[in-house]
């Protein structure tokens, strides 16, 4: 059966009767086969400075690198809503936040995600008022690793459930669609989920979001080298992958054909 395309709109309109799974993809196959298996959410992240491209931390993506990725995952056309992350230092100010949110857009976005509350409203502001959905994205930042030191759970203290309730407040009165919450404790996020009118997608932050974000490669194996405490992953993809390479250089070091 032909599935409707998802815009941003509709997703928001879920909040309180439907889940939104989401799940990150970074080119043309892995972006059909998650919507092939019905993920309404499709998140080009700027983890793949990580997981695709060997990078220590997500610092190091460039707006060209997520333009190419973007592109990439565009390209197939999916039904889901296709984001694309912002990566750091492109949305300093107001006006260079909205000439990186078009260029995403112009490579295939369908909406942007950039991290940070009160701190960024006036970049979230310029792009909603262009009319690009924004999804947010509040606790812990990666792109912020350097000052933090390490990534770390948020919302433990007084202070910071504070601050996080204003900076969502502040999010969905600027037009934010829906917001990501990533470890935030899971008090404080199912405290989120109640307030806010716009729905939580929830990475290591318990189970009372409104919808649930993985980086793919976490969830089916292929990035073993490393697996965030809050994964359990439902695949080992690395292992089949070693198996399948070990045993066709095998064949060829028996001299099999490789060729018909
Ligand atoms: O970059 C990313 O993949 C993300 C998700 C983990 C939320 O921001």
Redesign the pocket.
């Known amino acids: 059966m032909e599935r409707a395309k998802i815009t941003a709109a509709e997703l928001r309109s879920w909040k309180g009767r439907r889940r939104i799974p989401t799940l ?1 993809a970074y080119d043309h196959p892995m972006t059909r086969l998650l919507d092939e298996a019905g993920i309404p959410l499709i ?1 080009v ?4 400075g990580m997981v695709v491209l060997g990078y220590p931390d ?1 610092t190091h993506v460039t707006l060209a690198d997520m333009e190419h990725h973007v592109a990439a995952a565009a390209r197939a056309k999916p039904c889901a809503l296709l984001v694309g ?1 912002l990566p750091a230092n492109s949305y300093d100010t107001p006006e260079q936040a909205l000439v990186s949110a078009r260029r995403l857009v112009a490579a295939g976005a369908e909406a942007v ?1 950039a991290e940070g509350g009160r701190g960024i409203l006036p970049q979230v502001q310029a792009i909603v008022e262009a009319g690009i959905p924004f999804l947010g ?1 509040l606790g812990m930042l ?1 792109q912020h690793i350097h000052e933090e030191g390490r990534y770390r759970i948020k919302g433990k203290t007084e202070p910071e459930r504070e601050a996080l309730v204003a900076d969502a407040l502040a999010l969905q009165a600027s037009g934010a669609f829906a917001v ?1 919450l ?1 470890l935030v404790t899971p008090p404080v996020a199912a405290e989120l989920s109640k307030r806010l009118e716009i729905p939580t997608i929830g ?1 290591g932050s318990g189970p009372d979001c409104d919808g649930q ?3 793919t490669n976490d969830l089916v194996g292929t990035f073993p080298w490393f697996t965030p405490r809050f994964v359990k992953p439902n695949f080992q993809a690395f292992a089949g992958i070693r198996d399948a390479v070990e045993a066709w250089a095998q064949e060829v070091a028996n001299g099999a054909p490789t060729t018909p």
């Open positions: 990150t998140l992240g700027d983890s793949l997500t992350d995600k994205h990666p990501v990533e990475i974000v993985l980086v």
